[in-house]
């Protein structure tokens, strides 16, 4: 990775955001993060992030409907959203990639292959 990619974490686990946050760092990724719909719109539009890591089970607006508004904002339909839930019944990881995600990572995250997965759908994303 020769330069730093930037990923969003939408997450309204304050725990959660905080263990992503250290081991993609460690790795050199450049991390944001939002608890809600409302703040991962205002980052997205200002960090123009490179992946965005989306949590599905959320308060204010799920992850499934968040991910189709920022699929459908101009500049951002290419941008890779990966979820990352713990919905992981028969028939929820095809529920996430109808929503728009572009992958799934499922819950609890193996901390040991996550960098793994995220470099994945950043190099997907750059042959784009």
Sequence with gaps: MTEKSIILYVEDNHDNRNLVRRVLEAEGYEMADASNAEDAMKKINSIHPDLILMDINMPDMDG???????????????VPIVAVTANVMRGDREKSLEAGCDGYIQKPIDIDNLTQ??????VRQSHD
């Design 64 to 78: 499934y409907a968040l991910t189709a508004r920022i699929k459908a904002t101009p500049g951002f339909g290419n």
């Design 117 to 122: 997965q995220i470099e994945r759908f950043l």
